[in-house]
């Protein structure tokens, strides 16, 4: 046990840190207040200095309580002090590491933000490469009370001190075997030095990290998410971070995690909610998805946009008030030309064909006209041209040629339409088809959403209005930074805020919306990274619609190669990045990072989880696992699931009441299962896209994918091997879901 004046020293540290915090609160709130009361009149500058300032201290209020839980959970003893030393923390050259960064009254630090380059240290110092630290502190919180403090010597003369305790890893431990809750925490406190050199490195570039299950893949990406926020906020606090993660269970499972590191501008989405306006949580059957998520789809959009431009196959003739012209057919087909040859997107180039049709059909009425004798000037040309554009019948003549389309209603009479398709899809099979073929107005799933994006990227605006309203918002946009740039200047703020980070908050656009808020709202928008958790199981069409969200093709790419289960992924990571490489495939155009240490699993389920792989064929990524748990592996055989469940999940119960249990099964037999645990648990028991937070959640493999629980009991494995050709995957993932124990329940028959 560490000396009581250790502890109390700490204590009385970590208790200045809290006061420091509620001041800075204090001062922050008082601000805010201030801000809210002042009268700015009606002048627009005025009042956009006020809301900007405004909004401003309410992020820092929010920040500031965010991080209260666990605010210090380090400290470094150095060889020398230096600027990033605590003034106040006694004799020695320490340097304590936390949440966020704190200064005190005279500028000095008395806590280092955990992303700084001075805390890199914490995390990757070791006693062969000690990295300027002779010790390395853990500082453990219950609300804001130190409760233990643990020691790491790198330097031998200090072991003669007698104070100092060597326990290793025991922080690191006492996370790994704590008990589940149903929401992902932060590892901040425990990072270890493979992940914390992958949370670190470059923003540019494509980084893909490859490690098998539990090697902390996902936390690492939103630690690593994180650190770039601050480590390079100028560029991104603008443009903002994607994170992607495979469902919205799994988003609740992890929503909690970057508040909790301080940052809230990053746009969390599942695969099914990446266009606006549509959040799908069912997908199609595996060969539909399959079909929906391959590259061939992107053709046949093109293909389907473009035979939506058509030419007349006869003369057509229209009134144009009381007027009877006839319109050949290529007069139609010049229009469509030229227009087409300006490349634009088709509700764009609508616009284009439009006036060239209405110039060409004006010019043929004004020769039809003088051909009879009248006589017609300019004003006369202007009158004839406005009543061509409200003529019915060519309304119809030119809406049939080159008719306006939403994404949505393209998508829809490519399934409802089985006659158009197969004009479209020549090389295509009559089974090929059929895949495709569905009735109208039924729900979009998550292989539609990205279909939905690339017909969006190839129809362009829709609403005209829309369009002209984004415009004006631009402008808007332009003229309040050109605002904000006056307002820096005139208080005197250069360098604490930027220009486009005040435009951003104006109350007068957008209701002050985040740049979080206006990202996740406009499908244009261009993200400064993007981080894609459960990589491995995106579709082409997938990768497709991320590689447009990002242009800068700044991504950090997180999964396992061996854990895809979805019909569409790839086999290889360079075939599953081929669309955000583009023309880059060159050397170096990514870069590979490789987790190999299992933090999460116990070695006894590692080890059976893996034979079960390799004996199905599965080739995995090995991980080395840093513990065992007491119980081993326990198989059960029963000839009814309900039954055999139950009686499951009561022995597991009786072991441990308290912790999370995850029953993963087929999809089939889910609802039977909820039903009869909910007789045997009332209370207790949820599908696992409801809760997680309750004590047994009961998954299919799909929906167990990046969460993990106290205990998995898993069912008829030899059904999960069966649900496709990637069963073995997805049973392997189910597997590897637990932290503690692990049982398996075949069934006979």
Not at 348 to 374: D, E, H, P
Request: proline fraction near 5%; charged fraction near 25%; hydrophobic fraction near 40%.
């Amino acid at each position: 046990m560490p000396l009581p004046s250790e502890l109390d020293r700490e204590r009385d540290y970590v208790q200045t840190l809290y006061e420091r915090l509620d001041t800075l609160k204090d001062e922050a709130r008082a601000r805010l207040v201030e801000t809210r009361r002042e009268m700015v009149g009606g002048n627009h500058q005025s009042r956009s200095e006020r809301d900007a300032y405004a909004r401003l201290y309410e992020d820092t209020l929010a920040q500031l309580s965010e991080v209260d839980d666990r605010l210090a959970f380090g400290r470094l003893e150095l060889e020398k002090p230096d600027e990033t030393t605590s003034p106040t923390a006694g004799d020695g050259a320490f340097r304590y590491i936390g949440r966020v960064g704190l200064r005190d009254t005279d500028h000095h630090p008395i806590l280092l933000d955990w992303r700084v380059p001075g805390a890199s240290a914490f995390y990757q110092a070791t006693a062969a490469t000690p990295m300027g630290a002779r010790a390395r502190r853990h500082l453990t919180l219950s609300g804001r009370a130190v409760t233990r403090i643990e020691d790491e010597v790198f330097d031998p003369t200090l072991l003669d001190r007698g104070d100092a305790q060597l326990q290793g890893e025991g922080a690191l431990m006492a996370a790994l075997t704590a008990q589940r809750t149903g929401r992902m925490t932060d590892i901040v406190a425990t990072i270890q030095g493979e992940q914390d050199r992958i949370i670190r490195s470059e923003l540019d570039g494509i980084l893909v990290v490859q490690g098998g299950p539990g090697t902390g893949k996902t936390a690492v990406a939103l630690h690593r998410a994180a650190y770039l926020l601050y480590s390079h906020r100028e560029r991104l606090r603008g443009s903002g971070v994607l994170v992607v993660g495979p469902s919205r269970s799994f988003l609740r499972y992890i929503e909690q995690v970057l508040p909790s590191l301080g940052e809230s501008g990053v746009v969390l989405s599942s695969l099914g909610g990446l266009f606006p306006g549509v959040e799908a949580t069912i997908d199609d059957a595996p060969d539909v998805a399959a079909l929906k998520g391959s590259a061939r789809m992107a053709d046949l959009l093109r293909r389907a946009v473009r035979s939506r431009q058509i030419v007349p196959t006869e003369p057509v003739e229209v009134d144009i008030d009381g007027e009877r012209m006839v319109v050949q057919p290529q007069l139609v087909a010049e229009a469509l030309r030229r227009a087409q040859d300006r490349g634009k997107q088709h509700n764009v180039g609508r616009v284009t064909f439009n006036k060239l049709a209405i110039t060409a059909l004006s010019k043929q009425l004004v020769q039809q006209l003088r051909t009879r004798g009248t006589t017609i000037d300019e004003a006369d040309e202007l009158v004839l041209r406005d009543d061509i554009r409200q003529s019915y019948d060519v309304r119809v003549l030119l809406n049939t040629a080159w008719l306006p389309l939403s994404p949505q209603k393209l998508l829809e009479d490519i399934y409802a339409r089985p006659n158009w398709l197969a004009t479209i899809t020549p090389q295509w099979t009559p089974e090929q088809r059929a895949l495709l073929r569905r009735p109208r107005g039924e729900a979009m799933t998550i292989s539609d959403v990205p279909l939905l994006d690339e017909a969006a990227e190839l129809l362009g605006e829709f609403d005209a209005v829309a369009d002209a309203d984004k415009r004006a918002r631009k402008q808007q946009q332009k003229r309040d930074i050109e605002n904000a740039e006056r307002a820096i200047e005139n208080m005197q703020v250069e360098g604490m805020v930027t220009a486009s980070d005040i435009a951003g908050n104006f109350a007068e656009r957008a209701a002050s919306m985040t740049t979080a808020e206006r990202a996740a709202d406009d499908r244009t928008w261009a993200y400064g990274h993007v981080v894609v958790d459960e990589a491995q199981e995106l579709s082409p069409m997938q990768w497709r619609l991320l590689a447009r969200r990002c242009p800068l093709r700044s991504f950090t790419v997180v999964g396992d190669i061996a854990q895809a289960s979805s019909p569409a992924s790839a086999d290889s990571w360079e075939r599953a990045i081929q669309s955000l490489l583009g023309r880059r495939r060159r050397e170096g155009a990514w870069r590979l990072e490789e987790l190999t240490v299992n933090y999460r699993t116990p070695s006894q389920i590692v080890e059976y989880a893996e034979a079960v792989a390799r004996s199905t064929g599965l080739r995995i990524t090995p991980s080395r696992s840093v513990r065992a748990s007491e119980w081993p592996v326990r198989e059960t055989r029963s000839s009814d699931a309900a039954d055999g469940v139950v009686e499951a999940v009561t022995t597991d119960r009786e072991i441990d009441s308290a912790g999370t249990l995850a029953v993963i099964a087929p999809p089939e037999v889910v609802p039977a299962l909820v039903t009869a645990l909910d007789a045997a648990f009332p209370g207790l028991v949820a599908p696992g896209t409801s809760s997680l937070t309750t004590p047994i959640s009961v998954l299919s493999p799909a929906t167990s994918k990046g969460l993990e629980f106290d205990s998995v009991v898993v069912v008829a494995p030899s059904r999960i091997l069966a649900l496709s050709s990637r069963g073995n995957a997805s049973l392997y993932v189910a597997m590897t879901r637990p932290t503690q124990r692990l049982t398996v329940v075949d069934l006979d028959g």
